[in-house]
């Protein structure tokens, strides 16, 4: 079965920090997984990757304040990490997971951040 599954969102004061997890199929240990958001009138757009060697891209509004990792340790689960310092109210969205295996793209169901100013 090929699946990601986002957790971690909910309510955070202005400056707060949130760590969301991807449980992504162990097919996805080979891919990039991407972090994306869409914010509230706004396109989704791309916040962070990491690839299958560990290298990360950060979108110029996250870099140094989010973080993107892994852990590729489990055999039944790849688990992808973002964590989010320094929060701002402009990073309300929904944050999605994203990973391309065998030529699909593949989608989780997103979880809510909201940030308080």
């Known amino acids: 079965q090929v699946q990601l599954v986002e957790s971690g969102g909910g309510l955070v004061q202005s400056g707060g920090s949130l760590r969301l997890s991807c449980a992504a199929s162990?097919?996805?240990?080979?891919?990039?997984i991407s972090w994306w958001r869409q914010r509230p009138g706004k396109p989704r757009e791309l916040v962070a990757s990491?690839?299958?060697?560990?290298?990360?891209?950060?979108?110029d509004a996250v870099q140094g304040r989010f973080t993107v990792s892994r852990d590729n340790t489990q055999s039944s689960q790849y688990l992808v990490y973002l964590q989010m310092n320094s929060l701002k109210p402009e990073d309300t969205a929904v944050y999605y997971c994203m990973g391309v295996t065998f030529g699909n793209d593949y989608w989780g169901q997103g979880t809510q951040v909201t940030v308080s100013s």
């Open positions: 990491i690839r299958s060697d560990g290298g990360t891209i950060y979108a």
């Open positions: 162990v097919r996805f240990k080979m891919s990039t």
